[in-house]
Nanobody, 121 residues
Framework: QVQLVESGGGLVQAGGSLRLSCAASVRRFSMFDMGWYRQAPGHQRELVAAITSDGSANYADSVKGRFTISRDNAKNTVYMQMNSLKHEDAAVYYC???????????????WGQGTQVTVSS
């Protein structure tokens, strides 16, 4: 099972910063590829940033240069530092974890419950 718990969301003024955290209750967290997704009302869930088990990161074009994803395998936690927040960043942010668990390619994946980010004027 993959249990993920997000924290760090809240209300922030445009131009401000937030740091999201996602704590994973899994064995061998270092094997997991982790991602942050977001979903705004009336929109589909979209990938914001991801970090692989070997630490390679990639970002949606809309957040490049403003958001930074990182991980601490010793703490089973993935972070996302969000700077220069814009109104369009407002959404529920979800953490996702995925790992390959067999040589046949079987995977396990899980989602957190989400944390709300609200950006005010």
């Amino acid at each position: 099972q993959v249990q993920l718990v997000e924290s760090g969301g809240g209300l922030v003024q445009a131009g401000g910063s937030l740091r999201l955290s996602c704590a994973a209750s899994v064995r061998r967290f270092s094997m997991f590829d982790m991602g942050w997704y977001r979903q705004a009302p009336g929109h589909q869930r979209e990938l914001v940033a991801a970090i692989t088990s070997d630490g390679s990161a990639n970002y949606a074009d809309s957040v490049k240069g403003r958001f930074t994803i990182s991980r601490d395998n010793a703490k089973n936690t993935v972070y996302m530092q969000m700077n220069s927040l814009k109104h369009e960043d407002a959404a529920v942010y979800y953490c996702n974890g995925r790992a390959v668990v067999s040589v046949a390619g079987a995977t396990i994946t899980g989602w957190g419950q989400g944390t709300q980010v609200t950006v005010s004027s």
